[in-house]
């Protein structure tokens, strides 16, 4: 009779979560590669997860990436608009209402498509480019789920929404990571996915 735990004869082993603490301290966790096939259903990839500071950068640059395309979006619409700030007197806050009173009916429209390309932006590369967006290719480091592989489109796209979410609400979700021992986000926590050094 086998031991306890042991798997038994002819029952394929459950696959194991890379982060799940099983594996072996003194195993060397193999680089996770962009050029790296499928990874057989019963194999395990160690990973380790990405420091803050590395995610803090790719989020900066992918912000930026998604700010510039709002602000051609703003440019191009305020031309057509013939929208054109008129030369005023005043100063301070009169001087910034003054502004977004000129800027009203293209404030809309431009939040609106700043969610659409936050989620498209975030969803496509997460399954399209390995878990990878600009950003995070800059900082080395990727998206994984659970097993280290690339999130399933579903997964991607249910963690996109969640990240809209919690960058709306005051980056809510994105505070989570600082008390998180894992460095989790709350959408990440949610969706079961990892950011992970791939460098």
């Not at 160690?46 to 979006?73: F, K, M, Q, S």
């Not at 404030?107 to 609106?112: R, T």
């Not at 399209?128 to 080395?140: D, E, F, K, S």
Request: proline letters at 10%; one cysteine or more.
């Amino acid at each position: 009779m086998p031991p306890p735990g042991a798997p038994l004869p002819g029952v394929p082993a459950p696959p194991r979560s890379i982060f799940d603490g099983s594996a072996p301290a003194e195993a060397e966790a193999p680089a996770i590669s962009s050029d790296r096939g499928a990874a057989a259903p019963d194999e395990q990839i160690h990973a380790e997860l990405a420091p803050l500071w590395r995610r803090v950068i790719a989020l900066v640059i992918d912000l930026a990436i998604l700010t510039a395309a709002c602000i051609g979006y703003l440019l191009i619409a305020a031309t057509a608009a013939q929208v054109k700030p008129e030369p005023t007197g005043a100063v301070g806050l009169d001087l910034l209402a003054h502004q977004l009173h000129v800027w009203n009916k293209l404030l809309l429209p431009a939040g609106v498509l700043a969610a659409v390309l936050g989620f498209v932006y975030s969803a496509v590369f997460a399954f399209l480019w390995r878990g990878r967006t600009p950003g995070r290719r800059v900082a080395g480091v990727r998206l994984v789920d659970g097993r280290g592989r690339t999130p399933p489109p579903a997964r991607a796209v249910i963690r996109a929404v969640l990240a809209l979410v919690s960058f709306t609400a005051a980056l809510g979700g994105f505070w989570w990571a600082l008390f998180d021992r894992r460095g989790q986000t709350l959408h990440d926590k949610l969706t079961g996915t990892f950011v992970v050094r791939n460098d």
